[in-house]
């Protein structure tokens, strides 16, 4: 009866690592993709955080353009308003003067 047990005990443990060792494998395989995973996910957020800063960049430089633009803007409406008041106001109106708030003056 002994043998018999001994068998079963000894036939038991080999299915047991038998088990464990099928186990072991898929846990190896798992741990594989989960590290190729993670250097794909290292690459992708490295890769998303150069195209953030370059976002950052040209968002900067579209705001200092607009800046330069407004101002160009600015000054030719500037130019052009003086050039207006000049023209029109001195020759039309030589007895009212054009004060910058835009409100006529009888002089």
Known sequence: MTLIFSASTNFTSVQDQAVKATEAQALEAEVARLRAENAELRHSSSSLDASKRRVEQLEARMDELVAQKESEINAAF???????????????LPEFILCSSMVLIEV
């Not at 130019?79 to 008041?85: K, S």
């Not at 000049?86 to 020759?91: F, K, Q």
């Open 78 to 92: 500037d130019e052009r308003m003086r050039n207006y008041e000049e023209r029109y106001v001195s020759r039309y």
